[in-house]
């Protein structure tokens, strides 16, 4: 797969690479594909517990990936897909709260899923997205 370029972000993303043997984002032509983020300190690894930081925090943890693969951040996101642990009326707001701030001016497409356990035992909500950047 010597045409794809794969990213990890200092900290967390470098850690991960290590110890899970994945990669953050990989860039394809014009895009850039992003595994899931979740709501963890991209320099400690340190979990949010409380939902709202949570997702605020694995959005944020998108925005430096992306930037990361050289994208330009959530303005360019075209794809999102959601994992919920559990899914509530809460944690879609949240989600909402954050689209509307990271994405005021379009609204990609969403795929939004409640599931029964995500990737560390604390993670509540996992973010991954596809952006296209031209």
């Known amino acids: 797969?010597?045409?794809?370029?794969?990213?990890?972000?200092?900290?967390i993303?470098?850690?991960?690479?290590?110890?899970?043997?994945?990669?953050?984002?990989?860039?394809?032509?014009?895009?850039?594909?992003?595994a899931g983020q979740g709501g963890w300190d991209p320099e400690t690894g340190v979990i949010y517990r409380e939902i709202n930081a949570q997702i605020d925090q694995a959005f944020a943890n998108v925005e430096l990936n992306l930037k990361h693969a050289g994208g330009s951040g959530w303005e360019?996101?075209?794809?999102?897909?959601?994992?919920?642990?559990?899914?509530?009326?809460?944690a879609m707001d949240a989600m909402v709260r954050n689209f509307r701030k990271y994405m005021p001016n379009h609204?990609?497409?969403?795929?939004?899923?409640?599931?029964?356990?995500?990737?560390?035992?604390?993670?509540?909500v996992e973010i991954e997205v596809v952006a296209h950047v031209p």
């Not at 993303?13 to 992003?34: H, L, P």
């Open 107 to 124: 609204e990609p497409l969403w795929t939004c899923v409640g599931v029964t356990r995500l990737g560390e035992d604390d993670m509540r």
């Open 76 to 90: 360019q996101v075209f794809r999102v897909n959601s994992y919920h642990v559990p899914i509530n009326n809460e």
């Open 13 to 34: 993303g470098e850690r991960n690479q290590q110890k899970f043997k994945y990669s953050q984002a990989v860039r394809i032509g014009d895009r850039i594909e992003c």
């Open 1 to 11: 797969m010597s045409h794809l370029t794969y990213y990890n972000y200092p900290g």
